[in-house]
């Protein structure tokens, strides 16, 4: 599986990049830069090629996933994670689009396994996403009022869903479609702030 591992010894915590559609591992780290450049960071290529682009799961010609496809590449990323920071007391996601989706399954098929997640435009429905229990993660997702691709109405539910499993879900919201914005970095940064200052991340 290719990817970007860089380890820190000042930090028991590791950043996992998750980049969107055609991106690459590298992509978000301006992202855990501007959070915590003390962590290790670790970023995941998506294995699954779609037109060329990178993708981490496969989408279906009428924009459907395939559940149990879904499933195994969530397995296998997980036991890549844990073979690659074996050592890391806690990890943190970091997800974008297709990435902020896969994040978003990881998180429940295995929510001991991580501490926080970010999720930059996710879209996915919850009916693919385990029950998995979410009590004391952090979660915050990320939304575009004009995004055609995940509408905000979407990522609601996804709030409410995590919300339901336990988790402390936040939801921000920009004027703006599917493109990344530097006011999301900004958001996300207080809210790494304010859970790392209450010892919560």
């Given at each position: 599986?290719?990817?970007?591992?860089?380890?820190?010894?000042?930090?028991?915590?590791?950043?996992?990049?998750?980049?969107?559609?055609?991106?690459?591992?590298?992509d978000l780290?301006?992202?855990?830069?501007?959070?915590?450049?003390?962590?290790?960071?670790?970023?995941?290529?998506?294995?699954?090629?779609?037109?060329?682009?990178?993708?981490?799961?496969?989408?279906?010609?009428?924009?459907?996933?395939?559940?149990?496809?879904?499933?195994?590449?969530?397995?296998?990323?997980?036991?890549?994670?844990?073979?690659?920071?074996?050592?890391?007391?806690?990890?943190?996601?970091?997800?974008?689009?297709?990435?902020?989706?896969?994040?978003?399954?990881?998180?429940?098929?295995d929510p001991?396994?991580?501490?926080?997640?970010?999720?930059?435009?996710?879209?996915?429905?919850?009916?693919?996403?385990?029950?998995?229990?979410?009590?004391?993660?952090?979660?915050?997702?990320?939304?575009?009022?004009?995004?055609?691709?995940?509408?905000?109405?979407?990522?609601?539910?996804?709030?409410?869903?995590?919300?339901?499993?336990?988790?402390?879900?936040?939801?921000?919201?920009?004027?703006?479609?599917?493109?990344?914005?530097?006011?999301?970095?900004?958001?996300?940064?207080?809210?790494?702030?304010?859970?790392?200052?209450?010892?919560?991340?």
């Amino acid at each position: 599986m290719k990817h970007f591992f860089h380890y820190s010894d000042e930090s028991a915590h590791v950043f996992i990049l998750l980049h969107g559609m055609g991106g690459r591992e590298t992509d978000l780290l301006p992202v855990s830069a501007q959070l915590d450049p003390s962590m290790s960071v670790l970023g995941i290529r998506g294995e699954v090629g779609e037109k060329g682009n990178h993708r981490y799961f496969t989408r279906l010609e009428n924009g459907s996933f395939d559940k149990k496809e879904l499933q195994n590449r969530t397995e296998e990323i997980i036991r890549f994670i844990q073979k690659k920071a074996e050592n890391i007391e806690h990890l943190h996601l970091i997800g974008y689009s297709n990435g902020a989706n896969m994040a978003a399954s990881l998180l429940t098929s295995d929510p001991d396994l991580f501490t926080s997640a970010l999720l930059f435009h996710p879209s996915i429905s919850t009916h693919y996403l385990e029950n998995g229990n979410l009590e004391g993660k952090k979660v915050l997702m990320t939304a575009g009022a004009i995004d055609q691709q995940a509408p905000p109405g979407q990522t609601a539910a996804l709030k409410k869903f995590f919300t339901g499993l336990g988790a402390s879900a936040s939801l921000s919201l920009t004027d703006h479609g599917h493109e990344l914005m530097k006011s999301e970095f900004d958001v996300a940064a207080e809210w790494w702030k304010s859970n790392e200052e209450d010892g919560e991340v």
